[in-house]
């Protein structure tokens, strides 16, 4: 029989992935009497988390919303995944969501053990998605930059700009920016005494100093805009079309590289981000509804071009 305090955390993981469980079952899955699970529930509510029991043939346990969010407990298969999703939804290009994902990875590679982040490195390198296109970085490589930026401390690393030879940067640190299927450090470089953008797939062995600096203001509106114009990427275009098909359709075909708000039952508008007006055509081509453009201009015109096109191969016959 485990010990109490393992038994304990057992317990608090399975009231976690399942919403409701009936007495016998949570016994038996724990190898203990009713009378010793209730003991275990009675000291799970003594630590803070609200435990609700029904009595009946339909009783039992649920572990019920409460002012203290218990810790996660994950298997081996459970936190890779975690891991791997957290940095995918980095590169996802959804407004918002780089940040506070990178936070979120910061936290779970930070209490992972050496042999779970090499199968998560491992994984995303191996692994492909619409996603994340560009060159893979190792999760401890992240975290380091990551931590860094947050604690405001001077970070040194090896890099190897294209075309150039290794050299050894010592930087204070700003933002870590997910842009174009890559990861960039904004950073002042102290050797340069300027302000740069570092690829972080060409960058090796980031390690805090310890030397903490004061924030200087950064030459750009945000870290994006300054990655932007540092690497000559274009700035996205949001478009916006109305669909004449129902939202469930739409949804279903665009998945999660559009914005989907329904109007009506027939009708619903699309909104989709992207540096290329290429996907967003695309994208309604797979809908095969009628649509209407609000915007922007550019698209309206880019549909033409490729209308056109497809009409000059149409009338086009072999010689």
């Known amino acids: 029989m485990a010990n109490t305090s393992s038994r304990t955390l057992r317990l608090l993981s399975l009231l976690q992935t399942h919403r409701h469980w009936s007495g016998p079952e949570l016994s038996d899955r724990l190898g203990v009497s009713e009378r010793t699970l ?8 003594e630590l803070g988390y609200p435990v609700n029991a029904a009595r009946g043939t339909d009783g039992g346990y649920q572990l019920a919303p409460g002012a203290v969010l218990p810790p996660l407990l994950l298997d081996d298969e459970e936190a890779v995944a975690l891991a791997v999703g957290i940095g995918d939804a980095a590169q996802s290009g959804i407004a918002g969501l780089e940040e506070a994902s990178l936070r979120a990875l910061t936290k779970v590679v930070r209490v992972l053990p050496p042999r779970l982040r090499a199968r998560v490195d491992a994984l995303r390198a191996m692994t492909l998605s619409a996603a994340v296109s560009g060159p893979v970085v190792a999760a401890g490589v992240l975290t380091v930059i990551v931590q860094a930026c947050r604690d405001e401390e001077r970070l040194r690393f090896g890099y190897t700009a294209r075309g150039s030879a290794p050299t050894e940067r010592e930087v204070e640190p700003h933002r870590v920016v997910a842009l174009g299927g890559r990861w960039y450090l904004v950073a002042y470089d102290l050797a340069r005494h300027d302000w740069r953008s570092f690829r972080l797939d060409r960058l090796t062995d980031p390690t805090a100093t310890g030397a903490r600096f004061r924030p200087r203001p950064l030459p750009a509106d945000d870290a994006v805009a300054f990655v932007r114009a ?17 939202s469930s359709h739409v949804r279903q ?5 559009g914005t989907i708000e329904p109007l009506d039952g027939d009708s619903c508008l699309l909104t989709m981000t992207s540096t290329s007006l290429d996907w967003p055509t695309q994208a309604l081509g797979n809908v095969g509804a009628e649509f209407e453009i609000l915007g922007p201009p550019e698209f309206a015109a880019h549909i033409r071009e490729w209308g056109a096109r497809f009409t000059r191969a149409g009338h086009t016959t072999p010689g």
């Open 253 to 257: 075909l665009v998945g999660r590289w």
């Open 38 to 45: 209730r003991r275990d529930i009675e000291r799970l509510r």
């Open 230 to 246: 540092a690497s000559g990427a274009p700035a996205p275009y949001t478009v916006e079309v109305r669909v004449h098909a129902p």
